[in-house]
Each structure stands twice: as C-alpha cells, then as structure tokens.
C-alpha cells in the first residue's frame, strides 16, 4: 500500500514564526503536491513537484514556498505564518506517465496559527 | 475561470438505497474526473476515474457517468450502508493539476 505521511497531526504557532511541515512518500512517486483544505472552499493547490528540486506554483502560492531536495520528501514552508494560513494542510503523490492517475494523500496537518 | 460545483448540503438516505451525488463543472472540459472519499479528520482517498470518451464506469456497488454536454458527473452508490457516510469529492483534470470540489456529505441512517 502506498503511505504518506505527514510530519504532525496537530500545530499551533504564533504570528510572524517560520513553520515547516513535511511528507513523506514510500512509493517512489515523482509527483508531490501540497494542498490547503477550508470550509467551504475545498482543496486548493499551493505547490507540486514533478521532479526532485522541480516545483511549480498553483493556485494559491503566495505566503508559501516549497523544498524537494530527495525524491520522497516534500516540505512546505510558511515563510511568516498570519492567522489566515490557519486551515488543513493535506499532502498528495502520484506516480508521473497519464496525468489521469490518482493522488494518494496523507492524513493532513491541522495547523493553527494565534 | 474554470469551476467545479458538487451540492453543498448532505444528503440523508436510508440504508438500502441508492445514493446519488451531483458534480458540476463550468468553463473547462476536463479530460476526466475523479471521485475520492473523504473521512472527518483524514486525507481524501481514491475511489473512481472516469474519462471523457466514457459514458459511465463501475466499481463493486459505486457507478460514475460523465456526461460532458450536460458538463455533469454522477457519482451512485447502491445498496448503502452507514459504513458509505463521509464527505464525497470530485475533481477534474487534464493537465497535471487536479481542481476539487468542496464534497457533498452523505449520511445513510438505518
């Protein structure tokens, strides 16, 4: 079965502090990708990687950034965290080829940020 | 810009039945869409791809059709049990991103 895993469940930081959140993928996947999960608004891409220190922007980047440094890591970094980052960060991988193949998610981080 | 609209409110059904949730999408013509569970408090998990050349697609008790002139999904669980309760979602691709939609809750009662 395929696994990812993310660093912590639960996260309380302050305003203005420097957070990372990680994941991890045991399926050799050349795709990561980091999404943001609010109420009412779904999930929504920050960032994904096709490729080891490859990334692109998705639809919501900015306050975020985004390390690829080994095939099964994936790190996003909030660089200043603000109340409003506070929501659910879920991590995804999938395998390259048809761009159709499913996205295996891990259990998600709840952040909050006070 | 493109978007993708499943029916905000749950939907309660009693055990036995078929539950049927709607996807609709604007503005786009998806090459396919996925259908995934989600549980309260965990990640969503695959259950369903259908292709645009598809009409429809089976998987033990669920069925997704594709119907790209109505520029709608259907997403059909039979038989369902309290077990099927959760948060559906779909997504649409057809480049190498994925564009969900917020999820329709399903609660089947006894």
């Known amino acids: 079965d395929v696994k990812v895993t993310q660093s912590s469940r639960y996260l309380v930081k302050r305003t203005g502090e420097k957070v990372f959140l990680e994941c991890v993928q045991d399926m050799d996947h050349e795709n990561m990708f980091w999404y943001r999960q609010d109420p009412g608004l779904g999930l929504r891409l920050i960032y994904f990687?096709?490729?080891?220190?490859?990334?692109e922007k998705g639809d919501i980047p900015e306050g975020y950034s985004v390390s690829r440094e080994k095939k099964e890591r994936f790190s996003l970094i909030l660089e200043s965290a603000s109340t409003n980052q506070t929501s659910m960060y879920l991590c995804?991988?999938?395998?390259?080829?048809?761009?159709?193949?499913?996205?295996?998610f891990g259990p998600g981080t709840r952040l909050t940020v006070t | 810009s493109q978007k993708i609209e499943q029916n905000s409110e749950a939907l309660n059904i009693q055990e036995g039945k078929t539950a049927t949730l709607t996807c609709n999408y604007t503005n786009y013509s998806p090459a396919y869409l996925q259908w995934y569970r989600q549980d309260p408090g965990r990640g969503p998990v695959f259950l369903l791809l259908i292709r645009e050349n598809e009409k429809e697609k089976r998987k033990e008790r669920l069925k997704v059709t594709f119907d790209t002139t109505l520029k709608q999904s259907l997403f059909h669980i039979t038989a369902s049990q309290p077990a099927d309760s959760a948060t559906y979602l779909c997504?649409?691709?057809?480049?190498?991103?994925?564009?969900f939609g917020t999820g329709t809750q399903l609660k089947v009662e006894l």
């Open positions: 997504a649409m691709g057809g480049g190498n991103k994925l564009t």
């Open positions: 990687s096709y490729d080891v220190k490859m990334k």
């Open positions: 995804a991988s999938r395998t390259s080829g048809d761009f159709s193949y499913e996205q295996y």
